[in-house]
Structure formats: structure tokens, C-alpha cells
């Protein structure tokens, strides 16, 4: 599905959760802690968080990305002090990520600007919960409701990189057609617009979307990205069905700024991506 999670992307452990780590396991022993404080079992634990005995077992032995939900819940329920959504923040960006990915989702973590354009579906860096649930719903082989679960909860995670770092410069140029689609149906098509306008207020974010009409393109080879670290180097990244592609060589890095550069001019202005989409939105 894109973003080195899920489809494109998918692969995380045999089962679909994320692969374990230091800071998963970590994260589920301070749960683990807290709850036996409060002398809750975990099936008393559970119904109180909203999430089933296998998921909260799962996420205490550091074999699940625990969903932003669980932190708050988990967090009030055990009255922690702050120590169960302090660990959480602590947890890799890379859980629940394909291993070609990871590279890319370090440097993107630190990234001081970062470029995306997409003609097969929205990013995953912009999809709202509603529209990243109906693309694993949708992905083959099927995944079972816990691995749903799993790779969505890493995707929401990512996305703070929106809003955590206000000073790197996200730009995004999406095809029209990705909205005219309607994955998901009417009510899912709303709510991605929506999520996209609202993001597309803040600062940091320019979104512009290319006219489905387009004589010239410059992005005909397919979604590119590209990222300049904090020392100033640029990298490039392209994702197919089941790899990813991190490009470092300069003279192809420098041949997909060319290409990126050019979109921007073809495609709608800032101010006019957003009026298309407010129109776009009261015809859905």
C-alpha cells in the first residue's frame, strides 16, 4: 500500500505484526508493570482499554506497535505518571515497515525536506484511518483483523512526522484521479478530503494536485520521492509491488529533481489544489 507498510510496502513478521524490537519490548514491559501495580490480569486490563486479551498480550510481549489510542487509555486506566505515553514516544518509527523501506523511514525521521508524488493512491504520509483501513481491507493475500490492526497503527504513528517536525518542508503532487476514485466509498472520500485540506493549512505541507488532463507530464515513469537530510544530501526513493528502490546515485537523484521540478509547474497552483478540492468535496 505504499510507505513500506501493508501491499506495497507489506511484510512485517510472519504473522503481520511488526517485527520486535528494544523499544517494543520495552514499551510492553512498562505496561506489563503498571497493570500488575494496578492488580489487573490482562483480561481485566483489556475491557477497560477496549482492545481484546490477545491484542493487549501482544503488545505487552513487544510483538505489536501499540495504537495512539491504547497509549491514552492504557496511560488514564494504570495512572502512570506520564511513564506509558513517555516510553511510547521513545518507540521506532520502523516497526510494522518492510525491511527496503526502513532506510528510507530513518532518514525521512530527520528529513529537512522531503518531496512525494503519487499517481497510484494517496500517500501514506496523508491517508486518514478510514482510507488506510480500506486499503489493507482490500490488500491480497487477505490479512487477518489483528494484522489490519497492526500495519494501521504503525501508518498513524508515521504520521506525526507531519506535525512533530514544523520545520521540515513536505511537498506533495497528487494526481486527481486519486480523489475521484472513491476507495472506500462516498463517506471514506470525504473524510480523505477533509484530512487533506486540513493538513494542507498547515505550514509546513504544500499540496498540489495534477489536472487529470494533462498533455505534458514530466512524472509519466511512475511516484518518486525525494529527501534532503540535515547535511544537505539528497536522496531518491521509488517503491514497486514488493520492493523499494533507495537511489543515492547524484546523476539519477538529479535527473528525478528535473522531473520534480517540472510537475510542480504542471500542476494546479497552491491556492487552486485547494479550491478543486472544496469543489471536489461537495460533489462527492
Given at each position: 500500500?505504499?510507505?513500506?507498510?501493508?501491499?506495497?510496502?507489506?511484510?512485517?513478521?510472519?504473522?503481520?505484526?511488526?517485527?520486535?524490537?528494544?523499544?517494543?519490548?520495552?514499551f510492553g514491559e512498562v505496561v506489563k508493570v503498571?497493570?500488575?501495580?494496578?492488580?489487573?490480569?490482562?483480561?481485566?486490563?483489556?475491557?477497560?482499554?477496549?482492545?481484546?486479551?490477545?491484542?493487549?498480550?501482544?503488545?505487552?510481549?513487544?510483538?505489536?506497535?501499540?495504537?495512539?489510542?491504547?497509549?491514552?487509555?492504557?496511560?488514564?486506566?494504570?495512572?502512570?505518571?506520564?511513564?506509558?505515553?513517555?516510553?511510547?514516544?521513545?518507540?521506532?518509527?520502523?516497526?510494522?515497515?518492510?525491511?527496503?523501506?526502513?532506510?528510507?523511514?530513518?532518514?525521512?525521521?530527520?528529513a529537512l525536506s522531503l518531496y512525494t508524488y503519487?499517481?497510484?493512491?494517496?500517500?501514506?504520509?496523508?491517508?486518514?484511518?478510514?482510507?488506510?483501513?480500506?486499503?489493507?481491507?482490500?490488500?491480497?493475500?487477505?490479512?487477518?483483523?489483528?494484522?489490519?490492526?497492526?500495519?494501521?497503527?504503525?501508518?498513524?504513528?508515521?504520521?506525526?512526522?507531519?506535525?512533530?517536525?514544523?520545520?521540515?518542508?513536505?511537498?506533495?503532487?497528487?494526481?486527481?484521479?486519486?480523489?475521484?476514485?472513491?476507495?472506500?466509498?462516498?463517506?471514506?472520500?470525504?473524510?480523505?478530503?477533509?484530512?487533506?485540506?486540513?493538513?494542507?493549512?498547515?505550514?509546513?505541507?504544500?499540496?498540489?494536485?495534477?489536472?487529470?488532463?494533462?498533455?505534458?507530464?514530466?512524472g509519466l515513469h511512475g511516484p518518486m520521492r525525494?529527501?534532503?537530510?540535515?547535511?544537505?544530501?539528497?536522496?531518491?526513493?521509488?517503491?514497486?509491488?514488493?520492493?523499494?528502490?533507495?537511489?543515492?546515485?547524484?546523476?539519477?537523484?538529479?535527473?528525478?529533481?528535473?522531473?520534480?521540478?517540472?510537475?510542480?509547474?504542471?500542476?494546479?497552483?497552491?491556492?487552486?489544489?485547494?479550491?478543486?478540492?472544496?469543489?471536489?468535496?461537495?460533489?462527492?
Amino acid at each position: 500500500m505504499t510507505d513500506g507498510v501493508g501491499g506495497t510496502g507489506g511484510a512485517t513478521g510472519a504473522n503481520g505484526e511488526p517485527e520486535p524490537s528494544d523499544s517494543l519490548k520495552a514499551f510492553g514491559e512498562v505496561v506489563k508493570v503498571f497493570r500488575k501495580r494496578a492488580l489487573l490480569t490482562q483480561e481485566q486490563f483489556a475491557p477497560k482499554v477496549r482492545y481484546s486479551v490477545p491484542t493487549v498480550a501482544s503488545i505487552e510481549q513487544g510483538r505489536r506497535f501499540p495504537p495512539p489510542a491504547f497509549v491514552d487509555r492504557a496511560e488514564d486506566v494504570l495512572d502512570s505518571f506520564g511513564v506509558i505515553k513517555a516510553a511510547a514516544k521513545h518507540l521506532s518509527r520502523k516497526s510494522g515497515l518492510a525491511s527496503w523501506f526502513r532506510q528510507w523511514a530513518q532518514l525521512e525521521a530527520e528529513a529537512l525536506s522531503l518531496y512525494t508524488y503519487e499517481c497510484r493512491l494517496i500517500p501514506g504520509l496523508l491517508q486518514p484511518e478510514a482510507y488506510a483501513r480500506a486499503l489493507f481491507a482490500d490488500q491480497l493475500p487477505p490479512l487477518r483483523d489483528e494484522q489490519v490492526d497492526a500495519q494501521l497503527a504503525a501508518r498513524m504513528e508515521r504520521q506525526r512526522l507531519l506535525r512533530d517536525r514544523p520545520n521540515t518542508n513536505y511537498s506533495f503532487i497528487l494526481e486527481e484521479h486519486l480523489f475521484l476514485r472513491r476507495t472506500g466509498g462516498r463517506v471514506v472520500t470525504l473524510e480523505l478530503i477533509d484530512h487533506v485540506l486540513d493538513l494542507s493549512r498547515l505550514r509546513n505541507i504544500e499540496i498540489q494536485v495534477m489536472p487529470q488532463v494533462r498533455e505534458r507530464h514530466a512524472g509519466l515513469h511512475g511516484p518518486m520521492r525525494l529527501l534532503e537530510t540535515s547535511e544537505n544530501k539528497w536522496f531518491g526513493y521509488s517503491e514497486g509491488q514488493e520492493t523499494g528502490d533507495f537511489i543515492t546515485d547524484p546523476k539519477v537523484v538529479s535527473t528525478l529533481q528535473m522531473r520534480y521540478a517540472r510537475m510542480r509547474s504542471q500542476a494546479h497552483s497552491l491556492e487552486y489544489s485547494v479550491g478543486l478540492l472544496q469543489r471536489m468535496r461537495g460533489a462527492v
